[in-house]
């Protein structure tokens, strides 16, 4: 009788299933959160009510726990969530469901006889809603809130692994604001900021979706565009470099114009590392400058 | 490492042990292909004696096999206590979908690659790992409890503190077999690892396992 109340009052969900899958037990936190009373879903099959759940992943680990006895584990990281229950606003995030952290396991009867499955449900959208801003944090540069260094250069290695696999073409644009120096000089460090942030969402908004456009140090960014070749590279650092210069920046009622010189650099398959491809790209800036800013120039063939 | 451990588990003792895993490691190779269509081959499995101090250095000289691997680890406790470990070749987890088959190729290609990889390894390991000890649990009539499975990369901080979280003052029984997917050639070491708390209790339970027989 104690434990029939804790397994009401306990502020996790708890499903017992029998061999078919059908509900054999279904807790208070169950019918909050499921708006489904115990009475409706008891001794109806699961997938009745929750169709989802009868995916491989699902039935294999199922059929494990009932198999072996050993327990099956749906983290949120991987699975996000195994009942589509509506989440409470935690912290501002904006989850569509619930995330879960849930664990399926073995019941026996007294001669250790597997018969039923249980299901434990655990909210944990607070942690993943944490989880996502640390996320957040850590992977993008703090003022322009493009993406950081350290997350380019992880795209770049997974980009790199992926061209490896797939031999899928990818490049990359490394950009520098010319003069910007003579920009904190003349106009104070808070127009520099200013300049910085406004260059980065120029940018952000010409892009596509998929590729990831970086601060990579000070006045310097890296762009990576996966399934592009040099030659589309060049076009889309050609359309940007225009785009900037046309562009009037204005900063406390001063008008301001700034251009940019980029580098371009496609991934060839002799080259062993991904830092091969930043280097060539940091070649080709190197040039743009020397020669005279404002400038696009390409990797040597 | 510690080559006189009879006075830990008799040579009797192993042999028990030994048959008992055959059968376990057999039954745990026939339900995954016709439970859950995971086909595994599992070699005849070793045991050993260790301390549980020796183990960083076997683990390394087995996992010269490959020359990166990966590592899904398990504890489980009960009566029968100690940690699955499950070692792979390195980056495997891809090859592993295809033998997962979940018609799920889509959301894979998603995700980025070592997200996926850590998904699959942890769900082969915690499948693996939990067959075969659960099988071995069953003949010894006790059940366990797990914890999640770890998915380890060796070369990484993650390596350096699982292996520091071995006592070196205990010793361990260590049951080893070397598996092989039939679909897909990949192949690997599955490590059942017994603390010595739960020695005692494996030793009655082995005598109570052969008692029907003699």
Redesign the interface.
């Known amino acids: 009788m104690i434990f029939d109340q804790i397994f009401d009052m306990i502020n996790i969900g708890i499903i017992i299933i029998d061999k078919e899958l059908k509900v054999y037990k279904w807790n208070r936190w169950m019918e909050i959160h499921s708006k489904i009373p115990a009475e409706k879903i008891t001794g109806f099959p699961l997938f009745s009510f929750f169709p989802d759940l009868n995916?491989?992943?699902f039935l294999?680990?199922f059929?494990?726990v009932l198999?072996?006895?050993?327990?099956?584990?749906f983290?949120q990281k991987?699975h996000q969530y195994l009942f589509p229950f509506q989440a409470a606003n935690s912290l501002g995030s904006n989850f569509k469901y619930m995330r879960q952290s849930c664990?399926m396991?073995?019941l026996?009867d007294d001669n250790?006889v597997i018969r039923y499955a249980y299901i434990m449900v655990q909210d944990v959208t607070d942690i993943a809603a944490y989880e996502q801003k640390l996320l957040e944090m850590s992977i993008r540069d703090g003022l322009t809130g493009v993406y950081n260094r350290r997350y380019f250069e992880t795209r770049l290695e997974?980009e790199f692994?992926?061209h490896k696999r797939y031999t899928r073409p990818f490049s990359i644009i490394m950009q520098d604001i010319d003069h910007f120096k003579k920009v904190n000089d003349t106009y104070g460090h808070p127009c520099g900021d200013y300049i910085l942030k406004a260059f980065a969402s120029m940018i952000v908004s010409s892009i596509r979706k998929v590729d990831i456009f970086a601060r990579y140090g000070g006045e310097e960014f890296c762009c990576l565009l996966p399934e592009t070749r040099l030659d589309s590279a060049m076009k889309l650092a050609e359309f940007l470099r225009k785009k900037i210069e046309r562009n009037i920046f204005i900063f406390n009622n001063t008008e301001i114009r700034i251009t940019i010189s980029q580098g371009i650099a496609e991934l060839k398959t002799e080259m062993g590392a991904a830092e091969a491809l930043l280097r060539e790209a940091d070649h080709a800036l190197y040039e743009a400058k020397e020669s005279g800013r404002n400038k696009v120039v390409k990797m040597k063939d | 490492m510690n080559t006189d451990s009879s006075h830990i588990f008799s040579d009797e003792e192993k042999d028990i042990l030994q048959e008992i895993m055959n059968i376990a490691f057999g039954n745990?190779t026939a339900?995954l292909g016709e439970?859950?269509?995971i086909y595994v081959e599992l070699s005849a499995p070793s045991i050993q004696i260790l301390g549980i101090g020796d183990i960083p250095d076997y683990l390394t000289d087995r996992m010269k096999l490959h020359p990166e691997t990966s590592i899904v680890a398990q504890n489980f406790w009960g009566d029968f206590k100690g940690y699955g470990i499950l070692v792979l070749p390195n980056r495997t987890g891809r090859s592993l979908i295809a033998i997962?088959?979940?018609?799920e190729p889509n959301d894979f290609e998603m995700k980025?690659?070592?997200?996926q990889e850590?998904?699959v390894l942890?769900?082969v390991g915690?499948?693996l790992?939990?067959?075969c000890?659960?099988?071995v649990?069953?003949l010894l009539?006790t059940?366990v409890?797990?914890t999640?499975?770890q998915v380890i990369h060796e070369n990484s901080n993650e390596y350096s503190s699982f292996v520091d979280s071995f006592d070196p003052s205990q010793t361990a029984i260590l049951m080893e077999t070397v598996f092989r997917f039939k679909a897909i050639d990949i192949n690997g070491l599955l490590l059942v690892i017994t603390s010595q708390e739960a020695i005692e209790w494996l030793r009655k339970a082995l005598y109570e396992f052969m008692e029907p027989y003699e």
């Open positions: 995916n491989p992943r294999r680990n059929k494990s198999t072996f006895g050993n327990f099956a584990f983290s991987l664990t396991g073995p026996r250790n997974e692994e992926r | 745990a339900d439970v859950i269509d997962l088959d979940d018609g980025p690659i070592a997200g850590r998904e942890m769900e915690n499948i790992i939990g067959a000890v659960g099988k649990c069953e009539n059940f409890t797990y999640p499975p």
